[in-house]
C-alpha cells in the first residue's frame, strides 16, 4: 500500500475550448484529485473573464488538473483531452472563436512535452481528423485560477442552456468512451 509519503501527484493544464466543458469531464475521472478553471499563456497579470474573453489578454481559458500517476497516467488524460474537444480547429471549439479558445497542452516537465508531442504525432498518423492537429504545446506559465463562479460550473448550473446544450454531450461522451476510468 502506498503511503502519503510516498504519493506524488502531477500537474497538467489544458486548454481545449471553454473550460467548463474540460472541468466537468475530469472531474470525473479517478486520480484527478483537484480541477481548477483558470487562464493562462497570456501577457496580462491577473486576468479577468471578461479580459480573457475579449481577445485582448491573450491568455487561453484551461483547466489545471492534479493527479495521481499510480491511478491514471498522463497519456491517459491526454486520451481523454483529444476525445472530447476538436484539436484540428484553430483557436476555435464550435461556436466559440477566438485565442481564449486555442487547443492546448502546458506541459510542467520535460516529459509531459515529450508525451504530448508523441501523442500527437501518433493521432495524425492514425488520421482520426479530416486536418491535421493544431494542439499548442508549451511549457506552463503562470497560472490564474479563474473566478469562483467558474469553479464547478457544470455541476452548479446544469441546467443552464449552454451546459445542456454543449456541456452535458462531452460529458455523456468521456462517460461512454471511459467508463472504466470514472470515479466510482
Same mark, same amino acid.
Do not use: M
Given at each position: 500500500m502506498q503511503s502519503d509519503a510516498d504519493h506524488k501527484s502531477e500537474i497538467v493544464t489544458l486548454g481545449g475550448g471553454c473550460?467548463?466543458?474540460l472541468e466537468a469531464v475530469?472531474?470525473?475521472? !479517478?486520480g484527478v484529485e483537484r480541477v481548477e478553471s483558470g487562464y493562462t499563456a497570456g501577457k496580462a497579470p491577473n486576468p479577468t473573464y471578461e479580459e480573457v474573453c475579449s481577445g485582448t489578454s491573450g491568455h487561453a481559458e484551461v483547466v489545471q488538473l492534479t493527479f495521481d500517476p499510480a491511478v491514471i497516467s498522463y497519456r491517459d488524460i491526454l486520451q481523454v483531452f483529444f476525445t472530447i474537444h476538436d484539436p484540428t480547429t484553430l483557436n476555435r471549439q464550435g461556436n466559440d472563436q477566438g485565442t481564449q479558445y486555442r487547443s492546448a497542452i502546458y506541459t510542467h516537465t520535460p516529459e509531459q512535452a515529450a508525451l504530448a508531442v508523441e501523442v500527437i504525432a501518433e493521432l495524425n498518423a492514425a488520421q482520426l481528423w479530416d486536418a491535421p492537429i493544431v494542439t499548442e504545446v508549451a511549457p506552463a506559465g503562470e497560472f490564474f485560477r479563474a473566478e469562483d463562479y467558474h469553479q464547478e460550473y457544470y455541476r452548479n448550473?446544469?441546467? *443552464?442552456?449552454?451546459? *445542456?446544450?454543449?456541456? !452535458?454531450? /462531452?460529458? !455523456? /461522451? $468521456?462517460?461512454? $468512451?471511459? $467508463?472504466?476510468?470514472?470515479?466510482?
Open positions: 473550460f467548463w466543458c475530469f472531474e470525473e475521472l !479517478a448550473h446544469t441546467n *443552464q442552456p449552454y451546459c *445542456q446544450f454543449v456541456v !452535458a454531450p /462531452k460529458v !455523456a /461522451k $468521456a462517460r461512454a $468512451a471511459f $467508463a472504466a476510468k470514472l470515479k466510482k
